[in-house]
């Protein structure tokens, strides 16, 4: 071993193996560094699409409305992508605009632009271009229309009283052309199932005459809305009913209540109907001296509630007796159509006897101006017609009538009148009456009674001046 340690060749074998071991390490190393490299740098370079960047358009805000622009396009951004992952999440510069400053009205086709890039990377938008349209703009004021949906679906009795919304009229802009299309703002309201009031904000919209949307600029964008939600309501007046008698030896010195009026509320249908209660009962015969009693309000047919729901009466009653006969009390007729005149057949005269018995003290002060006595012919056809007379006088004393009902005669209207006359005229020819006399002066009938008076003064003119001189 010692002998081979010293040959030179064998030192020179062994330093050749140990320079070709570490060449080919070394190669081995800068390959493969190489091959890191060229991974790294492929990796580095990346391509990324950006989809629906918002396009910025820049034109004369104050002269023109811009149409028809698409709202966004794709960014193709391709560089390192430590620089494309940079711009992207971290800067968010990068901006894609179309410049119309220099443009008038009209459709034009324009470049989509991109700034804020940065230089490291190449940025292409798609499309590269788009079409856009510009309108000269217009602002005009509209009053605000406001419709009331599903009035039917409101509850039964109820019904919508008078809107009111604030604003009244809005500003509209937008182009030319659509700004004389318009031809209403509008808003509606839903009030179906609505017990009370509805107070609400709406959006308004612009319309054209065919019903269409106009897609223009409305300032403010809605409006405040009041709906009041009610039941119809009428108030009427009260008028009390005696039953029964006063036990014996009193006599009624007078009968007060309060309120006088009650307020009713329902369908307008059933409300239109009643124009008094007038049953307001209360029972003389449980009087024994002067008392204040509560007495139910009776709900008329058709009324769904009544306000208040009873009245204080005041019955005052005295010892002494004695009766008083007012003559001639005018029958009032109400509900009288003016186009359909009402006039008594029975009683001719339209008036009528009273007998009022109560205190003397009451009756002696009492004249025919404190009776109330009137008939009701609402609703009544032309014709004849029996219809009851009311009578009640101010301190509700026991009252009797002369008679308790009446005949009404309601006329036709003049027009159906004058039409119905028109016809007879047409269809008869005027017939001259054999019972009259002509007067051949004047064309006037005469009644033959007087003709004939007249003509046995004529022919006996001496009997006549004897029975004067006599």
């Given at each position: 071993?010692?002998?081979?340690l010293?040959?030179?060749?064998?030192?020179?074998?062994?330093?050749?193996?140990?320079?070709?071991?570490?060449?080919?390490?070394?190669?081995?190393?800068?390959?493969?560094?190489?091959?890191?490299?060229?991974?790294?740098?492929?990796?580095?370079?990346?391509?990324?699409?950006?989809?629906?960047?918002?396009?910025?358009?820049?034109?004369?805000?104050?002269?023109?409305?811009?149409?028809?622009?698409?709202r966004?396009?794709?960014?193709?951004?391709?560089?390192?992508?430590?620089?494309?992952?940079?711009?992207?999440?971290?800067?968010?510069?990068?901006?894609?605009?179309?410049?119309?400053?220099?443009?008038?009205?009209?459709?034009?086709?324009?470049?989509?632009?991109?700034?804020?890039?940065?230089?490291?990377?190449?940025?292409?938008?798609?499309?590269?271009?788009?079409?856009?349209?510009?309108?000269?703009?217009?602002?005009?004021?509209?009053?605000?229309s406001?419709?009331?949906?599903?009035k039917?679906?409101?509850?039964?009795?109820?019904?919508?009283?008078?809107?009111?919304?604030?604003?009244?009229?809005?500003?509209?802009?937008?182009?030319?052309d659509?700004?004389?299309?318009?031809?209403?703002?509008?808003?509606?309201?839903?009030?179906?199932?609505?017990?009370?009031?509805?107070?609400t904000?709406?959006?308004?919209?612009?319309?054209?005459?065919?019903?269409?949307?106009?897609?223009?600029l409305?300032?403010?964008?809605?409006?405040?809305?009041?709906v009041?939600?009610?039941?119809?309501?009428?108030?009427?007046?009260?008028?009390?009913?005696k039953?029964?008698?006063?036990?014996?030896?009193l006599?009624?010195?007078?009968?007060?209540?309060?309120?006088?009026?009650?307020?009713?509320?329902?369908?307008?249908?059933?409300?239109?109907?009643?124009?008094?209660i007038?049953?307001?009962?209360?029972?003389?015969?449980?009087?024994?001296?002067?008392?204040?009693?509560?007495v139910?309000?009776?709900?008329?047919?058709g009324?769904?509630?009544?306000?208040?729901?009873?009245?204080?009466?005041?019955?005052?009653?005295?010892?002494?007796?004695?009766?008083?006969?007012?003559?001639?009390?005018?029958?009032?007729i109400?509900?009288?159509?003016?186009?359909?005149?009402?006039?008594?057949?029975?009683?001719?005269?339209?008036?009528?006897?009273?007998?009022?018995?109560?205190?003397?003290?009451?009756?002696?002060?009492?004249?025919?101006?404190?009776?109330?006595?009137?008939?009701?012919?609402?609703?009544?056809?032309?014709?004849?017609?029996?219809?009851?007379?009311?009578?009640?006088?101010?301190?509700?004393?026991?009252?009797?009538?002369?008679?308790?009902?009446?005949?009404?005669?309601?006329?036709?209207?003049?027009?159906?009148?004058?039409?119905?006359?028109d016809e007879?005229?047409n269809?008869?020819?005027?017939?001259?009456?054999?019972?009259?006399?002509?007067?051949?002066?004047?064309?006037?009938?005469?009644?033959?009674?007087?003709?004939?008076?007249?003509?046995?003064?004529?022919?006996?003119?001496?009997?006549?001046?004897?029975?004067?001189?006599?």
């Amino acid at each position: 071993m010692d002998k081979l340690l010293r040959s030179n060749w064998f030192v020179k074998i062994i330093a050749f193996l140990l320079a070709l071991m570490l060449y080919t390490v070394i190669s081995m190393e800068d390959q493969q560094q190489t091959s890191r490299n060229a991974l790294f740098t492929s990796v580095s370079k990346n391509t990324q699409t950006v989809n629906g960047v918002e396009i910025v358009p820049y034109f004369d805000e104050n002269k023109y409305v811009l149409t028809d622009m698409p709202r966004s396009v794709d960014v193709k951004l391709t560089g390192e992508s430590n620089l494309v992952t940079k711009a992207l999440k971290v800067d968010r510069k990068i901006q894609v605009y179309i410049d119309l400053t220099k443009l008038g009205p009209g459709t034009h086709t324009v470049p989509v632009k991109l700034k804020n890039v940065p230089d490291e990377l190449d940025a292409v938008p798609s499309p590269k271009q788009v079409k856009v349209t510009l309108h000269q703009k217009r602002t005009r004021q509209i009053p605000i229309s406001l419709d009331l949906k599903n009035k039917a679906k409101l509850p039964e009795g109820y019904e919508t009283g008078k809107v009111d919304f604030s604003p009244k009229s809005v500003y509209v802009t937008g182009p030319d052309d659509y700004i004389s299309s318009i031809e209403s703002v509008r808003a509606s309201v839903d009030v179906s199932n609505a017990k009370d009031n509805v107070e609400t904000r709406v959006p308004l919209r612009a319309y054209d005459s065919q019903g269409n949307l106009v897609d223009v600029l409305i300032d403010p964008k809605s409006v405040n809305v009041t709906v009041p939600i009610s039941k119809p309501e009428k108030t009427v007046p009260l008028s009390i009913n005696k039953k029964g008698d006063l036990p014996e030896g009193l006599t009624l010195a007078g009968i007060t209540f309060d309120p006088k009026e009650v307020t009713l509320s329902g369908p307008s249908s059933a409300l239109d109907k009643i124009n008094e209660i007038s049953d307001v009962d209360v029972d003389l015969s449980k009087i024994k001296k002067d008392s204040m009693v509560d007495v139910d309000v009776p709900l008329p047919d058709g009324a769904e509630s009544v306000n208040p729901k009873q009245v204080k009466v005041n019955v005052d009653v005295e010892k002494d007796t004695g009766t008083k006969t007012l003559k001639n009390v005018p029958i009032e007729i109400r509900g009288e159509d003016s186009e359909q005149p009402a006039s008594f057949v029975s009683p001719s005269d339209g008036k009528m006897d009273v007998t009022i018995s109560g205190s003397k003290k009451t009756i002696d002060g009492l004249d025919a101006s404190d009776i109330t006595a009137y008939v009701d012919v609402s609703n009544l056809e032309p014709g004849e017609h029996t219809v009851t007379i009311h009578a009640s006088n101010s301190k509700n004393l026991k009252m009797e009538t002369e008679v308790s009902e009446a005949t009404i005669s309601i006329e036709k209207p003049a027009s159906e009148t004058n039409n119905s006359t028109d016809e007879q005229n047409n269809d008869t020819p005027a017939q001259p009456d054999e019972n009259s006399t002509t007067n051949k002066d004047d064309g006037k009938k005469e009644n033959p009674a007087v003709a004939k008076s007249k003509s046995e003064e004529k022919s006996d003119p001496t009997e006549s001046q004897t029975e004067g001189e006599n």
